[in-house]
């Protein structure tokens, strides 16, 4: 029964999300041109939770488990993933350019005491700019996932970048992701080790084009 309530829940809340409209944005920005990673380099590895029940939601909410970013974005992945392989590493990405009314989906399915881990729908996320992926580390000896200090989407402590808890080892690979990303562009979220903006996301709008509709 309690199952029943909250599919009933979450299709309403998705419904609404669905029919909502993303902020309206004036000013100028550039061109959106969102590019799908894995044509640039295929050796960085996709594990999108979001198409999956695997996920804090518990459900799939994108239809296609794909990953884009704009375009000098994705061209910066492709540098940091080339600068790990010689330390034995690649690139795990969970998520990148999010359609504005899964934002909204998220924010209306967040307690209020966690929405710090979401964003809020009327600013937009700069996930929905193109601008922000969420991401590890994999082996490129097992091709399995690293332990870090916390699990992806975690909402605790262990999610923050500087969080002194964990191993050794889990503080050092979450640190050697960091050194990378900021290295070429990205900035972490202070409170997810795993979220990174490419600096410059306020020049590049919210969208709401499902990854069907990317060409
Ligand atoms: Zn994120």
Redesign the pocket.
């Known amino acids: 029964m309690l199952h029943t309530v909250k599919a009933y829940y979450f299709f309403a809340l998705l419904f609404i999300s669905c029919a909502a409209k993303p902020p309206r944005e004036t000013g100028n920005f550039k061109p959106t041109d969102l590019v799908e990673i894995i044509t640039l380099d295929s050796t960085i590895k996709l594990d999108i939770r979001y198409a999956t029940s695997n996920n804090f939601v518990g459900r799939p909410v994108y239809q296609e488990a794909r990953a884009f970013l704009q375009r000098p974005a994705a061209e910066a992945l492709v540098k940091i993933n080339a600068s790990l392989r010689p330390l034995g590493y690649g690139l795990l990405v969970f ?1 990148g350019y999010r359609p504005w009314s899964v934002t909204k989906l998220f924010w209306d399915i967040t307690t209020e005491e966690n929405k710090k881990f979401v964003a809020d729908p009327k600013k937009g996320s700069r ?1 929905n700019r193109g601008c ?1 992926v ?1 991401l590890s580390l994999y082996e490129l000896s097992t091709g399995k996932e690293v332990t870090m200090t916390g699990i992806y989407d975690e909402m605790s402590e262990r999610s923050f970048p500087d969080y002194k808890g964990g191993t050794a080892q889990q503080r050092k690979l979450r640190d050697l992701l960091r050194e990378k990303m900021e290295l070429n562009g990205f900035t972490v ?1 202070p409170y ?1 080790w ?2 990174y903006d490419f600096n410059g996301w306020q020049q590049y709008r919210i969208s709401n084009i499902q990854f069907s509709e990317i060409r």
């Open positions: 998520d996930h922000a969420d979220y997810e795993w979220h």
